[in-house]
């Protein structure tokens, strides 16, 4: 299948760096083109009828293999279990990657929602920090609960370690999360894939630089590159379940957003980022026509 080879060249790219919009757009095609042509490459092999005809779908492929195997020869019988065996598969898959994304939904908006409880009762506003909700912790933290009613939250350690230009910073990189839930949902699925995780980490580094470049629209590179730096240095911790992490990453991470910040790269040029724009549509519309059109 293409999406693996694809997957696995674009986690070794570099130009991603220069346009990480684009690229988280590719990757989220191709993970969604990689589900979709799975299944409808088992539903294919399970609408196939006789030696050279095809039937016209999925479900008229099931039909005729319920009919092959109730009227037809023990050839024409294995045949038609045979295919109903790969639309059962396919269906299968489908209602797993399905499961896995509504689960890994509902776990994360669960969590969000504990959060966002414990945050009224412990967490409060600060001038400093105007906006968001300080929690009193001496480690340095700062993190956003994403949602219909968003939260920015930094620790009591933060407001002491960056001074004011630097937290301003952080607060315009808070504001310019994404959320990384189908690239979860996919580890939920297949939690030995090294290729899948591989893919979680790439579209989480690519997260944080798109954060940066939004974040330099109201603040100077060196605020957030010297933002970074500090808040790394001081051994900050994870962000809670379901909430997004600003600063905190791991070290290898965090000298590739500060190398890009401080020693930024140009754009790729509207003509490649067409050429990406138009593969990431055709990685998704090709799979869902060949599953739902008849052949």
Do not use: N
């Not at 629209?217 to 809670?240: C, F, I, N, W």
């Not at 790729?268 to 990406?276: G, Y």
């Amino acid at each position: 299948m293409g999406t693996v080879p694809g997957a696995a060249a674009l986690a070794s790219a570099r130009w991603t760096y220069r346009s990480p919009a684009a690229a988280i757009l590719l990757w989220q095609a191709l993970g969604l083109s990689w589900g979709l042509a799975a299944v409808g490459a088992l539903a294919g092999l399970g609408a196939v009828r006789g030696r050279w005809g095809v039937a016209g779908g999925a479900l008229p492929g099931a039909a005729d293999a319920l009919h092959d195997a109730a009227l037809g020869s023990a050839a024409a019988v294995m045949g038609a279990f045979a295919r109903l065996a790969f639309l059962l598969a396919g269906a299968a898959l489908l209602a797993l990657l399905c499961w896995v994304l509504l689960a890994a939904s509902a776990t994360v908006l669960l969590a969000r929602r504990r959060h966002r409880t414990l945050l009224s009762l412990l967490a409060h506003g600060d001038p400093k920090v105007p906006g968001a909700l300080v929690v009193d912790s001496p480690a340095a933290a700062a993190y956003c609960v994403p949602g219909l009613r968003s939260r920015i939250v930094v620790s009591a350690g933060t407001l002491a370690l960056l001074d004011s230009a630097e937290l301003a910073a952080v607060l315009a990189h808070e504001r310019a999360h994404l959320v990384l839930l189908p690239f979860s949902a996919l580890s939920r699925a297949f939690p030995r894939s090294r290729l899948v995780r591989h893919a979680h980490a790439e579209v989480a580094l690519l997260v944080e630089m798109l954060a940066d470049d939004r974040a330099l629209r109201h603040r100077p590179a060196r605020e957030l590159a010297t933002a970074l730096l500090r808040v790394g240095a001081s051994g900050a911790g994870q962000a809670p379940s379901g909430a997004l992490a600003a600063v905190t990453a791991p070290e290898g991470e965090t000298a590739a957003r500060v190398s890009r910040l401080l020693a930024p790269v140009p754009r790729l040029p509207a003509p490649v980022l067409a050429l990406i724009w138009s593969t990431a549509a055709a990685l998704v519309v090709i799979p869902v026509a060949v599953l739902l059109l008849p052949l």
